[in-house]
């Protein structure tokens, strides 16, 4: 038995080294890579954004693909799935605008799927309303097997998802809006649902089924900055996020493609400068002053890397550096190189040839200054007023200027606006290298934090204070949404959109410069052109109701910097679908037009709530019943398709392959989610005590009824026989009351057995209180009761 | 091959049948050696399964989900992986708001033991922990598209523990504060796991006030049911914690960790041991245990049958399946190369994974208003909705006149 277990092992060891030097051969068709971004938000607030990315075009046979994954993408007819598992809020007003979209509380799936085909066929057959049904059904079907496969997959209670009454149809995105796109289920032959279920936790158990999709779990390579799960778990936002996509390298390759993001904003305190008292967490110990100063990456985290993961492809970290930097930072720098550490930190920081000493190359050759630069940056710097009156009069850093861009080939629409500083520079180190040299540990130090948070910027217009608007900076469109009224009958909702100034002038002048329509709207202060609205000025708002929620759609109100506007003038698409009751929910989809004049959108609406049935109610109906966020989206005309992120001061480097960056870049229509909300609905007293007096009474109030009914009662026959008896006389007529009397009583002993013993029947401590009472009448009743465990141990 | 698999299990229902004919038979029909034989299972599990529950929602509820995840705690210790294990929680208490030590659970103020640990995998939680999702997983009925993770995949050589702690009462157990599992449903899912052969022997552990009542009922063989406490007794709480401002765990469970942790898979001891050190002084509850099979013993139980993990590979044949697949056949070797076809990491990378992402302006910035794509998918069925129920208000009007008419007509 042994011998053989031995030798199926030798040959299966044997088999496996064959197909593992066959698939050397033929090498890999996964491929892995992993980034890291790391960004201050305030002076106690670092985000850190972890970006693994991997694709395969294997069907069966894969080195570091998950082959779960595989399967569910290639099983379904799945466009694409996006799972995000969120807790906490982005704080807008603090942090700024999130370098990569924020989430809301709870999860979010959004899935496309290719329509099938067959659904024509079958329309084909028996008439397009059948045909639509049985699409609509294998839509359903597929849906529910994918959020049954991600719900195993993510540890996360999605079956909640199933059904369809949490499902909306998707929304009607702001680029679909050109002409014959507009219809947001027809786009392309895609069908994209999507769905919230905002009132789920996110935790350990969801990480880590996430991380057993990575190559290296999190014991080597970037992912083991999340090993410290109470840094992680306690962060103030925590994002975990799924994309599975279906992709293909050419015609005839299909691939597959996983991303997953963690984005967490973790409370990490500079050390102050002459402290060193945190500096013990790294082994330079000796207390360079610089290095005490700053934070390093792992310190912050509490987690280290060890090891480098050996399937990844890339493995990069980004460090954004805070506005108000430069000066403070490079004179501190090249005060003290005692540790590579904080060598590698100088030179890096100065992004020149500051690299003094023997391992400067090394660390010059591993942190490179990124900026964002245009293909034709020569033309860049000094152009039409918008850049000019963004940049607070040319600072103290000669780099800004740099961050300006211009799209030289816009040939889409003829916006040449300058890119602002809507993305930070950005340090990028390679962690093979940082590894390699220091081994034992990435060991990056941070810049120093802002002095205040990014988000609460200087507001004004032409402000000094930085002047930074975009991501990093005070966020270009600030969205609130509460309930109004009160009472558990009706309520009113109201959304508010306001754009910051900074915004307005952009669109403004993007809009100027559009010419056309846009020009013309923005001239005549909008929606004068009844033909066609810029694109610029549209601002989509995509909200579901529950159907417990019953919106009025009557009662929408628009009002436009406090003034009630007609909405029809202002619509620009509308997809509205009324709920049904317990099986979808409402959606209410709109895109309206405000001329960038318009600082605030509000939109009120109001609600009625529907009475729910006793086993409708969560356990904790009393919590309130959540209505999931609203999306708003927007175009930035900042975001310019041609920009590309480029090594060097001047923009001629070399663009490295990331697809971080690709994200970072973004597109032009923003994205940003309100708050969900809670609504409080008629509850009924769940508790058990009311339910027991309920119940008992209603048996107690039956009982008396019955009996006094029968005893006050006087029946017809009961009068009849009277009469009859008093006419007949006395012996006949008392012998029937007699027989009535005796018959009533009968009846009451009947009611009272009944009732006696449906009493003793439901109750069992009346039972046993009956039966002590039957034994002390000296009867034998009752059944011996189970022997237990501890009686026979002897232990009771 | 369907015609043959149906056949095989139609076979085995006659024989099921017949066995149970047998069984049915007075006693001088059946020798008394296959009796035991039936009665005591003999040979060595071949898996190991656990289904750890907790029922119980909110926030101080603590100690009832810190009590599940200190089973766990053991049963992943001593070996068992997360792919058998079942675990249902009800609330989220480790990145709860209100706790302070984020993404950890303890059961004692000391916090030397964080329950909850570095990885745990939760396969039922928040609202979905119900009655009916539990009695599924016992009994093996899921819908369809439930994934195996959800699953209990255990058979007749399976050791099945079974877990619950929260509150209960008479012959009930609540769960998430809106339902109740009754004692005889659970005496009905464990009669019906062991007619399904979905256990070899099960070892159910109540954690709740008057839990004995719970498992009175049980008549499901070879199964072991412990309760912490009887009839009319609680199941106390112990170590509060200040700073959680909360009871941790309860008594029974606290003991049961505390003798776990001394405990590794090399172990040896038995049920009994486990037993003798449950004292009424600590719990202040009387534990009790009863065993369907009255030919076992606690002292015969080894703890690690069922708290442990049990790797027993089999396969069917001498080769295993990497044999089959390099050396057995030469087509495999073929269909290997072409799963293999050779794609570069470079192709890959700039193809999948450098894709711009989604968010680009269209063309032109010109929108036409589209207010005739609108859907008001709604109003056609809402239509026919109310053309039905206006249907049955005529109906149900005509059958009264029509009534009516004929009452009146027998009274003339």
């Known amino acids: ?796 | 091959m369907a015609r043959s698999r149906y056949a095989s299990r139609l076979g085995g229902h006659l024989l099921f049948c017949l066995v149970g004919l047998l069984a049915a038979q007075p006693q001088p029909l059946l020798a008394t050696g296959t009796h035991e034989i039936k009665g005591a299972p003999s040979s060595r599990h071949s898996n190991n399964w656990a289904v750890l529950v907790s029922t119980s929602r909110f926030w101080l509820n603590y100690r009832h989900i810190v009590n599940t995840m200190s089973i766990y705690h053991v049963v992943k210790r001593l070996g068992i992986p997360d792919s058998n294990i079942i675990l249902m929680i009800p609330d989220d208490m480790a990145c709860n708001p209100r706790n302070p030590l984020p993404a950890q659970l303890f059961n004692n103020e000391s916090r030397k033991l964080d329950v909850y640990g570095q990885n745990v995998e939760v396969d039922y939680r928040g609202y979905e922990v119900t009655v009916a999702n539990f009695l599924q997983v016992l009994t093996g009925r899921h819908a369809p598209e439930v994934p195996l993770s959800r699953r209990m995949l255990s058979d007749n050589s399976s050791n099945v523990l079974v877990y619950l702690s929260g509150h209960g009462g008479d012959e009930f157990m609540k769960f998430n504060d809106v339902e109740e599992l009754l004692a005889q449903d659970l005496a009905d899912a464990l009669a019906q796991m062991s007619e399904k052969g979905r256990y070899r022997e099960m070892l159910l552990i109540v954690e709740t006030c008057q839990a004995a009542t719970l498992v009175q009922r049980v008549t499901a063989p070879n199964s072991i049911l412990v309760a912490c406490s009887q009839k009319g007794q609680q199941s106390l709480s112990f170590k509060s914690d200040p700073e959680l401002g909360l009871s941790l765990i309860d008594r029974f469970t606290y003991q049961t960790l505390a003798f776990f942790e001394n405990m590794d898979i090399s172990s040896t001891a038995k049920l009994s041991d486990l037993f003798k050190t449950y004292s009424y002084d600590l719990m202040e509850s009387h534990f009790s245990y009863r065993m369907t099979n009255t030919s076992r013993k606690p002292e015969d139980v080894q703890l690690t049958d069922f708290f442990g993990a049990v790797a027993d590979v089999r396969t069917g044949s001498q080769r295993g399946p990497q044999d089959h697949m390099l050396h057995g056949d030469q087509d495999a070797r073929r269909f290997l190369m072409t799963a293999l076809r050779t794609d570069s990491p470079d192709s890959l990378d700039s193809s999948l994974l450098l894709r711009p992402p989604d968010g680009q302006l269209p063309g032109s910035l010109l929108v036409a208003r589209e207010m005739a794509g609108n859907s008001m998918s709604g109003v056609g069925r809402s239509w026919s909705l109310a053309l039905g129920r206006w249907t049955g208000l005529g109906a149900l009007a005509a059958i009264v006149c029509i009534s009516i008419a004929l009452i009146g007509g027998g009274s003339s």
Request: neutral net charge; glycine residues 12%.
């Open chain 1, 1 to 796: 038995m042994c011998t053989r277990s031995r030798c199926c092992v030798s040959k299966a060891a044997a088999g496996l080294a064959v197909a593992v030097l066959m698939a050397g051969m033929a090498v890999a068709q996964d491929v892995f890579s992993e980034e890291a971004l790391a960004a201050w938000l305030g002076p106690s607030h670092l985000m850190v954004h972890l970006r693994f990315d991997q694709a395969t075009t294997a069907s069966r046979l894969h080195l570091s693909f998950p082959h779960a994954m595989q399967h569910l993408a290639t099983a379904l007819p799945l466009k694409s799935a996006e799972l995000h598992l969120t807790a906490g809020r982005w704080r807008y007003g603090e942090w700024g605008w999130p370098l990569v979209p924020a989430k809301p509380v709870g999860a979010v799936l959004d899935a496309s799927f290719v329509a099938s085909a067959s659904s024509p066929e079958a329309g084909g057959t028996s008439g397009g309303g059948s045909g639509s049904d049985s699409g609509d059904a294998g839509l359903e079907a597929h849906w529910s097997a994918l959020v049954a496969a991600l719900s195993g997959l993510s540890c996360a209670s999605l079956s909640l998802l199933r059904e369809p009454r949490s499902v909306g149809e998707g929304h009607t995105r702001l680029q679909d809006l050109e002409a014959g796109r507009a219809n947001a289920s027809g786009v392309a032959g895609v069908r994209r649902l999507r769905a919230l279920l905002p009132h789920e936790a996110l935790c350990t158990e969801n990480l880590t089924p996430w991380l057993r999709l990575l190559p290296c779990g999190d014991q080597a390579g970037l992912a083991s900055l999340l090993r410290h799960r109470p840094t992680v778990f306690g962060a103030e936002y925590v994002s975990l996020g799924l994309l599975l996509e279906r992709g293909a390298v050419s015609e005839d390759r299909p691939g597959v493609r996983l991303v997953q993001t963690a984005t967490f904003v973790v409370r990490a305190t500079a050390p102050a400068a002459g402290s060193g008292g945190q500096a013990k967490g790294a082994e330079s110990g000796t207390g360079s002053a610089a290095a005490a100063a700053r934070v390093m990456l792992e310190q912050a985290l509490r987690a280290e890397v060890e090891h480098a993961c050996p399937p990844a492809a890339r493995s990069l970290v980004f460090v954004a550096e805070p506005r108000e930097e430069p000066a403070a930072v490079v004179a501190a720098a090249p005060a003290a190189p005692l540790t590579p550490a904080a060598a590698a930190a100088g030179s890096c920081s100065a992004s020149a040839g500051q690299a003094d000493g023997g391992e400067g190359g090394v660390a010059a050759g591993s942190c490179t200054s990124l900026r964002e630069a245009a293909p034709a940056a020569g033309e860049a710097v000094e152009q039409e007023g918008p850049g000019v009156r963004e940049q607070p009069g040319a600072g103290p850093q000669g780099q800004q200027l740099a961050l300006w861009a211009v799209s030289a080939g816009s040939t889409h629409h003829g916006l040449t606006a300058a890119r602002s500083p809507a993305v930070p520079r950005l340090q990028v180190y390679d962690t093979l290298d940082l590894l390699d040299a220091r081994g034992w540990g990435l060991h990056l130090p941070l810049p120093s934090p802002p002095a205040r948070p990014v988000g609460a910027g200087g507001g004004g217009l032409g402000s000094a204070s930085g002047g930074a608007s975009g991501a990093l900076g005070p966020a270009p469109v600030a969205v609130e949404r509460y309930v109004t009224g009160a009472g558990m009958l009706r309520g009113g909702m109201v959304l508010a959109v306001r754009r910051s100034p900074q915004l307005r002038e952009r669109l403004r002048v993007a809009a100027a410069e559009a010419g056309g329509a846009c020009a013309g709207a923005a001239v005549g202060g909008g929606g004068a052109a009844a033909d066609g609205v810029c694109l610029l000025e549209v601002v989509c708002v995509y909200q579901v109701f529950p159907w417990y929620i019953r919106p009025w759609l009557h009662t929408l109100s628009v009002l436009y910097d406090g003034q009630p506007v007609p909405l029809q003038r202002h619509l620009v698409s509308r997809h509205v679908r009324p709920a049904t009751a317990r099986a979808s929910p409402g959606v209410v989809d709109l895109c309206l037009a405000a001329s960038p004049d318009v600082s605030e959108l509000r939109l009120r609406l109001d609600f009625s709530k529907a009475f729910l049935t006793a086993f409708e109610y969560p356990p904790d109906a009393h919590r309130g019943f959540d209505v999931p966020a609203a999306l708003v989206s927007y175009v930035e005309p900042l975001a310019l398709p041609a920009a590309q992120w480029r090594e060097g001061d001047s923009g001629e480097g070399q663009a490295p392959a990331s697809p971080l960056l690709l994200a970072l870049q973004g597109g032009a229509v923003q994205q940003v989610y309100t708050p969900a909300l809670l609504v409080p609905l008629a509850a009924p007293d769940f508790s058990m005590p009311y339910n027991v007096i309920c119940l008992s009474s209603t048996v107690l109030a039956v009982y008396f009824g019955a009996t006094l009914n029968l005893v006050m009662r006087r029946g017809a026959g009961d009068t009849a026989g009277a009469d009859g008896a008093a006419a007949a006389g006395g012996a006949a007529g008392k012998a029937a009351a007699r027989r009535r009397r005796l018959r009533k009583a009968v009846q009451a002993v009947v009611l009272l057995v009944a009732f006696g013993a449906l009493a003793l029947y439901l109750d069992s401590e009346l039972r046993e209180q009956a039966e002590e009472w039957l034994r002390g009448l000296g009867l034998e009743v009752g059944s011996p009761k189970p022997l237990l465990g501890c009686q026979a141990q002897g232990t009771c």
